[in-house]
């Protein structure tokens, strides 16, 4: 009796191995969700000497030296990011602050780590004096660029800073996502002093979002960047009128995904204390579609991997930056990235 139900029991194995191979054919893969992220990757510049910018602390010849193999351990590093951020997916839109030429982020999209996603690059030369840009890299896949172009802030006495990002791109969806990288002005004058700066680049961003809200209905909006202020400073509240996302949604209105965790004291960068200066804004309607593209708050956040942090001798986690101006460290950034997920 038991020989015979063994021999019923094989008989029927090669079916059951059809069945199982074509329940695994049929299974769609779960959607993936469409991914940003932003990084102020701490000063990726090349190793050569350019006369027409403030670039000589970034060559070999510098105190601290910058050469060849330290140039492509920060592009593998940056690389490194890119593809854990989002495991297992690989981010749609990659922002950037702190990159100083076309030609390191065309070495950044051949590094290994990411090179089979063959990222676009947008990226236009702003006036910064020392030669430091925003750039966007995109997924040609998920993303078309539809058109870009840089937004000139004029600051107070003239002084030069970095353009202001903007791209409009279509999803596969069809949907169109207005994308804006920002990097404003430093509070290396003091916070105080600096406000009006970041206060006029606050301006430039309001108006090119107060002139798309006019000629589309509910537009999809996405902001990202190191803003050099809090999530509650004015450029941010009154400036760009971005609000906190606990409050009641509208469509039009700007919410900051990542002012809960500046609430909770979280930050993406540290001084004297931790600071929320990399941030998230998107338009309210992302937050309330049922339909389309829509996000949330709890997909957003900083990325804190462990490599990214160091110790220190008491015990605290610091971003694990590259060098300072006396010393190489090797490390990934002085900044943390954040990143948001949307549905589609």
Sequence with gaps: MKIRNLLFALAFLPMLTV??????????????????????????????????????????????????????????????????????????????????NQQVLEMLTASAAIAKTKYGIVHYDSPDERGIDVAMLYNPATFKVVTSEPLHVTLPENDLTRDILYVKGKLNSGQ??????????????????????????????????????????????????????????????????????????SNNNLYGLLFPEFKKGEGSLFYKDWDLFD???????????????????????????EYLLFKTKTGESRPNRTMSTDKYFGGYSDHLPVYVKFEL
Excluded at 225 to 248: C, H, M, R, Y
């Design 176 to 249: 169109i996502l207005h994308v804006f990288i920002n990097h404003w002005p430093s509070r290396r004058e003091g916070s105080e002093i600096s406000a009006a700066k970041r206060m006029a680049a606050a301006n430039v961003l309001r108006a090119k979002i107060d002139a798309i809200q006019k000629l589309e209905k509910s537009p999809n909006i996405l902001i990202l960047g190191d803003f050099n202020d809090e999530p509650s400073d004015k450029s941010i509240t009154e400036g760009v009128k971005a609000l906190s996302p606990d409050q009641v949604i």
């Design 19 to 100: 069945f199982a191979q074509d329940a695994k054919k049929n299974t769609k893969p779960a959607k993936q969700p469409f991914v940003a992220m932003f990084y102020n990757v701490e000063n990726l510049y090349d190793t050569i000497n350019d006369p027409k910018i403030n670039d000589d602390e970034f060559t070999p010849a510098g105190k601290v030296p910058w050469t060849k193999d330290r140039l492509e351990t920060k592009i593998k590093h940056t690389a490194q990011v890119i593809s854990e951020i989002a495991s297992p997916c690989m981010p749609d839109l990659v922002g950037f602050a702190e990159i100083e």
């Design 279 to 305: 941030q998230i804004i998107v338009s309210g309607n992302m937050l309330s579609n049922k339909k389309g593209l829509r996000t949330s708050v709890s997909d957003a956040g900083i990325f804190k991997a």
